[in-house]
């Protein structure tokens, strides 16, 4: 089996079943530059696996048996222990030295001597430089974590060990003669069984299933694995008044099968940072929760974990493709047991729920999704406000206690009834700003280094969303460095009485208020004053500024320079002009007249495509309400993309939206991308695809400014006037537009949601109208979820 051979895991096996290896000797038979083409098999893990499986399938000369001969061991106890190191995926060259002196009898003092502890964690100290016992107890703790995998604990505990064998080593050695003593050691004097077993919690069994029968997590106290049969004893629980909710470890199987799990360690400020020692080889590397790249299985997370000292926990990533929702209800256990409102959600929800890492929580875990639209629910579960509630279905990751609340089902049960309810009462609507508006980066940094400008808007929001805090200068200052490589800081644009309220990352700066992710741009706008809350996005032309702010603190983000004939503009006329079709037509014939008069098979391919793609652009400018100017100008932009080789490739239909946006945006009557799409029955992602083609590879417009790519959301009143049937009415577009000015907005991709939201309380303050948040919705194109989440904000400015 694949996943016998130590450094390779289940994740890694998989991988190398893919690529074709079925066992062992498939390994070992290849050569360490053929196993490094499988995914997830670096150059040290490829050096790793092969010594083990050459020894698994009994090579005759191998690392091991050089090994064993040299120092006179026995050839199985060598594979045994370097079996523990390549696990750690310290690769055969590394691990010389310590297997040598592991079974040398003639060292004396040597930290290999300290087998209390597993021959890895020597291997560490020695890679350090602590080659004595002696150096081990004079080290400081902090001396000590410098080697890799020694946290704090472990160090302590290495120093008192060292001591005490320091203290007696001598006599030991004196007064040691029995050799039925020395004939169950290696030739160090070492137990040959099980050396891990002390310092990694190791639970290995008879079968060499570490995990059988495992459904709980690790105990932190004794690193011992909770199993089904086993109960808790409520004297063990830590304080807290939990015992009287607890059963034995338990987690529901949906999740045990799925491989999303992941690790995760707190911080010493309290936050929970995922890792995956399995993918990076540090078991205190910070790593991505989110990317399927640092997932394993339930059994590998939990055999990491036994093996670790660095108390790690079990977390779990929740995905919108796995079908399971999270409910997190805060500070519901009162007085040892919960509050009536948490008991009530939990009865409802009637699924697995486990006590929360603080005690005082609970989790509860089922299965179903939100609306597309609703990236999350949260809200109040008292009066008070002090016990809330929060559901999720995506992109989170989640600790997992295994702290089964009693009386709560075993397994996921479907809670789409209590989610419908949960909307209906509060909910919060997805909004990407407009550096994540198109979804991943197109281009990687080294590429977006080479570009000094661009006609591409996407690679200045890709520039933005890739800068790191490495990358500039802050001038809110470090207050805190910490052990996992993270920093604080003391933010500059808000008094902080910790002096640690902003806390920053590998990639990404976290408002610790409210655990709020920022980007680069962010944080330069707060700084500078740009922008005053860490809930807002820079917009318009704030936007622009603080991108000259940014490339100031030493970003590289490219200058836009877009590039196209002069745009047309139009007033924002009410669209009753009729728009002559032929003119159309020409427009998209490269300018030629479409002939009327000839045999279709007398056109050339261009002309017919004008007379099919006609009625398709008419009906679409109808349903928008374009005037005739912006739909000509539309089918101009379609003809430059087609003579410059972009329309191939996709529906001519996405050229068409394309085309569509840039044109509406020049005239000052933008469209929703959405709304566009909708006429045109294609996918926005596609048009917008299209649209950034248009802008870089054609001449589409020298005077089209940076900041007309980014719609400001008073610029879409006109159009939902039109859509609710009051074009007409001046009065209430101008109080809709005060509304949307006095009003901070979050700079989300969406600015219809906004629009909306502000038209509504408008029409319900006012006498002169009658509208339900449905009505609304229908005409913007979005739910009354959304008019629901952006109304309150324009209910409270002054002028309304």
Not at 65 to 90: C, F, G, K, N, P
Not at 641 to 657: I, N, Q, R
Not at 768 to 778: F, G, K, L, Y
Request: glycine share 6%; with cysteine; charged share 30%.
């Amino acid at each position: 089996m694949l996943d016998d051979i130590p450094g390779i895991g289940e994740t890694r096996a998989e991988a190398l079943r893919t690529a074709g290896y079925d066992g062992a000797a498939d390994v070992a038979a290849a050569s360490a530059c053929q196993l490094r083409q499988t995914p997830k098999i670096s150059e040290t893990v490829a050096r790793c696996i092969q010594a083990t499986a050459r020894e698994q399938c009994g090579w005759e000369d191998t690392f091991i048996s050089e090994i064993a001969e040299s120092v006179d061991a026995d050839r199985t106890e060598v594979a045994d222990a370097y079996a523990d190191l390549a696990a750690a995926l310290v690769p055969p060259e590394s691990a010389e030295k310590t297997l040598e002196l592991h079974f040398r009898a003639d060292v004396d003092r040597s930290v290999v001597q300290l087998d209390e502890y597993a021959i890895r964690y020597r291997h560490y100290l020695l890679q350090a430089g602590f080659d004595r016992i002696g150096d081990v107890a004079q080290a400081s703790v902090d001396e000590l974590t410098e080697a890799r995998y020694i946290g704090d604990e472990l160090a302590q505990s290495l120093k008192e060990t060292a001591q005490e064998k320091l203290d007696r080593l001598p006599e030991t050695r004196e007064s040691s003669s029995d050799p039925a003593a020395d004939s169950t050691r290696g030739g160090s004097g070492q137990p040959t069984t099980n050396r891990a077993s002390v310092a990694s919690g190791s639970t290995e069994t008879d079968n060499g299933d570490e995990t059988a029968g495992i459904v709980g997590d690790q105990d932190g106290e004794s690193g011992r694995i909770t199993r089904a049969d086993e109960t808790s004893d409520d004297s063990d629980l830590p304080d807290g008044g939990k015992g009287n909710l607890l059963e034995s470890k338990r987690f529901p199987q949906e999740m045990v099968d799925r491989d999303q799990w992941l690790l995760w360690k707190q911080t010493d400020d309290g936050r929970k940072i995922p890792r995956a020692p399995w993918e990076t080889g540090d078991a205190l590397r910070y790593v991505d929760a989110m990317n399927p790249m640092n997932w394993t299985s339930f059994q590998e997370a939990v055999r990491w974990q036994s093996k670790l000292p660095h108390d790690l926990h079990l977390a779990y990533a929740i995905t919108r493709d796995d079908d399971v929702v999270f409910l997190d209800l805060d500070d519901v256990v009162v007085n040892g047991d919960l509050s009536r409102a948490a008991r009530d959600l939990v009865d409802e929800a009637d699924s697995y729920a486990a006590i929360s890492t603080s005690g005082t929580g609970v989790h509860v875990f089922a299965s179903g999704r939100l609306s597309e639209d609703v990236k999350s629910l949260t809200g109040s579960l008292d009066e008070t406000g002090d016990q809330t509630l929060e559901v999720y279905d995506r992109n989170r990751f989640v600790a997992m206690t295994g702290d089964h609340l009693e009386g709560s089902p075993t397994q996921l049960t479907n809670a789409e009834s209590l989610l419908t309810r949960l909307e209906d009462e509060f909910a919060s609507i997805s909004s990407e700003t407009p550096d994540r508006a198109t979804g991943g980066p197109e281009r990687g940094r080294e590429e977006l280094r080479e570009l000094e400008t661009t006609n591409d808007i996407q690679d200045v929001f890709d520039a933005i969303n890739q800068v790191r805090p490495s990358d500039i200068k802050m001038r809110s200052t470090q207050t805190r460095e910490h052990g996992d490589g993270t920093y604080s800081y003391d933010p500059s644009w808000v008094h902080s009485e910790s002096g640690t309220r902003l806390g920053v990352l590998d990639d990404i700066w976290i408002y610790r208020k409210g655990m709020i992710a920022l980007n680069a741009l962010q944080v330069v706008a707060l700084e500078e004053g740009i922008i005053l809350d860490e809930q807002e996005y820079p917009q318009g032309e704030a936007f622009w500024e603080a991108v000259e702010a940014l490339r100031d603190r030493g970003a590289h983000i490219p200058k836009f320079e877009p590039h196209d004939e002069p745009a047309v503009k139009s007033e924002p006329a009410d669209g009753t002009d009729e728009i002559d079709e032929s003119e159309i037509a020409k427009r998209i014939n490269y300018g030629d007249t479409v002939r009327t008069y000839v045999h279709p098979r007398d056109r050339d391919y261009q002309e017919q495509l004008a007379l099919e793609l006609t009625p398709i652009l008419v009906e679409a400018a109808t349903s928008l309400h374009l005037t005739p100017t912006v739909t000509y100008r539309a089918a101009e932009l379609y003809a430059k993309g087609h003579a410059a080789g972009v329309v191939p490739g996709a529906a001519h239909e996405c050229s068409l939206g394309a085309a569509i946006r840039i044109a509406s945006i020049e005239t000052g009557t933008p469209r929703p991308l959405a709304d566009i799409a909708e006429v045109l029955d294609e996918r926005p992602k596609s048009i917008r695809q299209k649209f950034h083609r248009l802008i870089q590879e054609t001449t589409v417009s020298d005077t089209l400014d940076a900041s007309d790519l980014v719609v400001d959301p008073p610029e879409y009143v006109p159009y939902l006037a039109r859509q609710l049937g009051r074009e007409d009415d001046a009065k209430l577009r101008e109080q809709v537009r005060e509304l949307l000015d006095e009003t901070p907005l979050d700079g989300g991709s969406n600015p219809m949601s906004e629009v909306a939201a502000a038209f509504y309380v408008a029409m319900t303050e006012s006498p002169d109208h009658s509208v339900t948040q449905d009505q609304i919705a229908d005409a913007a194109g979005l739910t009354a979820v959304t008019i629901r989440n952006n109304y309150r904000k324009f209910a409270e400015a002054p002028s309304s």
